[in-house]
Nanobody
């Protein structure tokens, strides 16, 4: 069974950067060519889970609030997906989740990693 584990979260000051990692176990999902999506979501306190960015069959796509600040990438050899976050703002404070949907529709979520942006 596929398992996703996020890491790299923590406390950072506004304007700082963090790089999150999502390591997959059980299958080499981040090395496959065919997939429905691989992406990062976040849940801001008091709000619904929202898309941060990811791949949906083409070039990477991002939510408007993080466009030009965040970047999603993957390393198939390490079976890992990354989220590089730059110029962090207090409103970026959230639990960040890794998500993968296979071509057959099977969906996997990590348990999340906390990112807190505060002075």
């Amino acid at each position: 069974q596929v398992q996703l584990v996020e890491s790299g979260g923590g406390l950072v000051q506004p304007g700082g950067s963090l790089k999150l990692s999502c390591v997959a176990s059980g299958d080499s999902i981040f090395a496959v060519k065919a997939y429905r999506s691989m992406s990062w979501y976040r849940q801001i306190p008091g709000k619904q889970r929202e898309l941060v960015g990811g791949f949906f069959g083409g070039a990477a796509e991002y939510g408007e609030s993080v466009k030009d600040r965040f970047s999603v990438s993957r390393d198939g050899a390490r079976n890992t997906m990354y989220l590089q976050m730059n110029n962090l703002r207090p409103e970026d404070t959230a639990v960040y989740f890794c998500n993968f949907i296979a071509g057959n529709g099977a969906e996997y979520w990590g348990r999340g990693t906390q990112v807190t942006v505060s002075a």
